[in-house]
């Protein structure tokens, strides 16, 4: 599976990841990636009855003060994430365990009614491609925090699916968390 996921992730920056979407192109899926220090809003599109394409709705730089946009709880997301979207941060930060380290941050709220899934790839600073991440499930209307210790340049998502409702999804994690 992991072999198949790297070649749909290589396959999809082959074919260029530069404008303002996850498209299809012919029998091809094209990704386009998010740089470090944006604020985004993804709009997901229905392509089948589990996987969605998504568009950027916006895009904001987040500048070198990220003070007045992230609370001290690390987000500023509506009350409610608006149906069908999903908002985001991913920036870098200083390391809270060395000062002389910068870290990377994704933070996102999806307003979908169930669990949503996704892949993602990253790329870290001074590397040539992008490599694929783990990620964890999106609740609705409920922050996820990914971190890196390291600094990443960009993230690239890909296959946003529904993941079941809430509760078949949480069990499911935790009987995975209990092996």
């Known amino acids: ?22 498209t299809q192109e012919g029998d091809r899926m094209r990704f386009d990636a998010i740089k470090i220090g944006c604020k985004f809003k993804f709009r997901l599109i229905p ?8 568009t950027i709705e916006s895009l904001d ?22 149906h069908n979207t999903i908002e985001g941060y991913f920036y870098k930060e200083t390391s809270p ?5 910068k870290i990377s941050r994704l933070i996102l709220k999806s307003g979908m009614d169930s669990v949503l899934r996704y892949n993602a790839a990253i790329l870290a600073t001074g590397e040539k491609n992008f490599e694929p991440t783990s ?4 609740y609705p209307q409920l922050p996820v925090h990914e971190i890196w210790p390291y600094p990443v340049e960009a993230i690239a998502f890909m296959w ?3 993941a079941g409702n809430s509760t078949e999804s949480k069990t499911e994690s935790e009987n995975t968390s209990n092996q």
């Open 1 to 22: 599976m992991q072999k198949i996921i790297t070649f749909l992730v290589l396959t999809a920056i082959i074919s260029g990841i530069a404008a303002n979407a996850q």
């Open 47 to 54: 392509y089948d009855s589990l996987l969605y394409l998504y």
């Open 61 to 82: 730089t987040l500048g070198s003060d990220k003070t007045s946009i992230l609370s001290e709880s690390g987000d500023r997301f509506s009350d409610n994430v608006e």
């Open 97 to 101: 365990q060395d000062s002389t380290k």
């Open 135 to 138: 990620t964890v499930p999106l």
């Open 160 to 162: 946003f699916r529904n």
